[in-house]
């Protein structure tokens, strides 16, 4: 058999084999511990077992203006478009791996050379000097097979890491959503405190002007006015610090949407009461989360790519089998073809053929490589585990803190109508000079207090559920059938780089309750 022959059929055969042999493990779902309820399901009336997905969980405070801001910020936000970005980078990346596939190494050349020989040759005269001139023009290239599968694992690799930029995107989308109705709730919750301040600076004016009649009608002393001075001073002395919180809180809710600190008025509309919650509130089960929250799926799809990184480095244990070549044309003063010759079909030359390349003196560097990889896959699945646990802790903490701020609340009621209750009658005593004006002043501090301590906890009662909303990984959905990136950067982008296909939108799934690491099509 001919040497051509044989290397062809050894071609053949690696060709076929480079289809189904990939060092390393294989991906498998980790396992992480989870309960098989929440501790407070079945204990509150306010908590169902249903299962829902939690899309657009902000409509549940039934509050246009919030679903308006949450809007606004999806659409504007500038770390959200960083995070869009970088599924860009990531898409990116997976053609740069998909391209390993093919001949890694192509090149066109061309060369024009002249040569000098001083040496005496049959051809010249002792002493003298033989000069003469070649071109060349042509292509060579080079192919790795991938017979061991590093190419492949290194797309799996790459294929995961762009699920979970996608994750990490969607992931901070949730955190948005989160965070712009805790800013939301939080400005109602200080409007209300200044309106409380401002309506009991109210009551103690009143107050002092009864003491200033009393004292001026001789029938109390100067110390009374002084007290109701002092006590009407230390409130109106709440009231800047108030202020100061609700523009504070107003201009992190103006970088939330995308814009410099600035008047909102326009965006909030009239001032409104806090935010109320659902009757109700669906839960599910603490299994949803594997599939709902995206840092989860992010943090298991980055042991996925990490995992694949272990077969890239075990395939250097192996041979590596490649096939090579160069065509051309060639001619020259030395050549049977002149140089005028030299784009004429018989000036071609050419060489292919099969090469072997083994690391055997690297084998321990190597070995340790693979190790390496190991323990970083281990990490990660140790991490995806730890993200599935604080998963549920942030639930559990939110939905404690959710019920036990509405039993709060049930008291504060109470305790905020027995004080009203209160002032009331100790001025109404202290006109008829039945009783001493520290205890009007008693009375209304108590009310104050009260009253501040109820609207701080209606506020704790729509954050901690905006809390457990959050938990449950809702509110990435709102993004389906929308691209990453806004057209406004795509376009600039363009401008500065040839993107080819990779600036069209693209419909990737949300994640996925089984992700599958197929390899895709070149994206370039």
Do not use: H
């Not at 022959?5 to 493990?25: D, I, T």
């Not at 989308?173 to 200044?194: H, P, Q």
């Not at 970088?255 to 659902?278: F, Q, T, W």
């Not at 990136?485 to 993107?499: C, F, L, Q």
Request: aromatic fraction near 8%.
């Amino acid at each position: 058999m001919s040497y051509r022959r044989c290397s062809v059929w050894l071609l053949m055969v690696l060709l076929l084999a480079s289809g189904c042999v990939k060092v390393g493990p294989d991906f498998a779902k980790p396992d992480a511990e989870v309960m098989p309820k929440w501790l407070e399901a079945g204990e509150y009336r306010q908590l169902t077992a249903k299962t829902e997905d939690y899309r657009d969980w902000w409509q549940a405070f039934n509050d246009p203006v919030l679903n308006n801001l949450i809007q606004t910020a999806y659409k504007q936000n500038l770390p959200l478009r960083i995070a869009g970005v970088r599924v860009l980078g990531a898409r990116a990346q997976l053609g740069v791996a998909v391209g390993s596939l093919y001949p890694q190494s192509q090149q066109a050349q061309a060369a024009v050379q002249k040569f000098r020989f001083s040496q005496t040759t049959p051809l010249t005269a002792p002493g003298s000097t033989l000069i003469f001139w070649g071109s060349s023009i042509g292509v060579t290239a080079s192919w790795e097979i991938d017979f061991w599968g590093k190419f492949r694992r290194a797309v799996e690799s790459a294929d995961a890491s762009l699920l979970a930029s996608v994750a990490d995107y969607d992931n901070a989308l949730v955190s948005l959503c989160g965070d712009v109705a805790n800013s939301y709730i939080s400005i109602r919750t200080l409007e209300k405190r200044l309106n409380i301040a401002r309506q009991n600076v109210e009551v103690q004016k009143k107050s002092l002007q009864i003491a200033q009649a009393r004292f001026q009608g001789g029938t109390t002393s100067k110390r009374d006015v002084e007290q109701a001075t002092t006590v009407l001073e230390s409130t109106e002395a709440t009231i800047p610090s108030l202020e100061a919180q609700l523009r504070q809180t107003q201009n992190a809710l103006c970088i939330l949407l995308g814009m410099p600190p600035r008047d909102i008025g326009d965006l909030l509309g009239v001032k409104s009461e806090i935010p109320a919650p659902p009757p109700e509130v669906a839960v599910g089960i603490p299994a949803d989360l594997l599939r709902r929250r995206p840092d989860v799926q992010a943090a298991e799809l980055r042991a996925a790519a990490q995992c694949a990184q272990i077969g890239v480095a075990k395939a250097n244990l192996f041979p590596a089998f490649s096939l090579s070549g160069n065509f051309g044309l060639q001619a020259g003063d030395a050549s049977p073809f002149a140089l005028a010759n030299m784009f004429d079909w018989k000036s071609r030359a050419g060489t292919i053929g099969p090469a072997v390349q083994w690391n055997l003196f690297n084998y321990g560097q190597i070995t340790n490589q693979v190790r390496f990889q190991d323990v970083r896959f281990q990490e990660l699945l140790i991490a995806y585990q730890n993200a599935v646990l604080q998963a549920q802790q942030e639930v559990e903490n939110a939905l404690i803190g959710f019920l036990k701020s509405q039993q709060r609340a049930q008291k504060l009621v109470e305790a905020t109508a027995a004080a009203q209750r209160s002032v009331d009658l100790a001025i109404l005593q202290y006109r008829e000079g039945i009783t001493d004006f520290t205890t009007v002043l008693t009375a209304e501090q108590t009310l104050l207090t009260q009253q501040d301590n109820l609207a701080v906890t209606l506020g704790d009662i729509s954050a901690n559920l905006v809390g457990v909303y959050r938990a449950m990984g809702g509110g990435w959905q709102i993004r389906d059938g929308k691209d990453f990136v806004p057209d406004s950067i795509k376009e600039a982008m363009a401008r500065r780089t040839n993107w080819g296909k990779l600036l069209t939108p693209v419909s990737l799934p949300p994640p996925r309750d089984e992700p599958r690491y197929d390899i895709k099509a070149p994206m370039w």
